[in-house]
């Protein structure tokens, strides 16, 4: 399956608030819903670009700030297939693969904005469509791809029984 769709690029220390403000933390159980507002402190027409497929890209310690789980979850209700960037916060990366967020780690300076990408995940690599590039991204152990494949560790369990 071919991962195919426009990079929305952001910078560096993307904290938890700036993926999902704090008044819509609690306020919002609706996955979908939620999913609405993200990105809105840092600009409040992002949501309403992204389109289901799309790729967040951005610098380092992407997902810096609190633990709480509605990051991730907002990010992947909002249709984004994976997030790219430098390096991502310890605490959310777990968060994300439990939740079943595809989070790449790359050098993210040679993709832009509105840049379309596609995801070889066979080779470990991010095409850059629009300007004939590649880039590699540290490769996912098996494990974690199994955990992802399913939806997050929840459903990994359902399925599986155990991890």
Excluded: W
Aim: hydrophobic content about 40%.
């Amino acid at each position: 399956m071919a991962m195919k769709g426009k990079a929305h690029k952001l910078g560096n220390d993307i904290n938890t608030d700036y993926i999902i403000s704090g008044r819509y933390k609690f306020a919002i159980t609706d996955a979908k819903e939620l999913g609405k507002y993200v990105f809105e402190d840092l600009d409040p027409q992002l949501a309403g670009k992204i389109k289901e497929g799309d790729f967040v890209v951005a610098g380092e310690n992407f997902g810096c700030g609190s633990s709480r789980e509605q990051a991730p979850q907002a990010l992947k209700a909002a249709g984004i297939t994976a997030v790219i960037a430098k390096y991502f916060a310890r605490i959310f990366y777990r968060n994300a693969i439990n939740l079943g967020l595809l989070l790449l780690e790359a050098d993210t300076d040679t993709i832009d904005d509105s840049d379309e990408l596609e995801l070889d995940m066979e080779n470990s690599k991010i095409k850059i469509l629009n300007k004939n590039k590649e880039i590699e991204f540290k490769e996912i152990p098996e494990f974690m791809q199994a955990i992802l494949k399913e939806g997050g560790v929840i459903e990994y369990i359902k399925k599986k029984g155990a991890i």
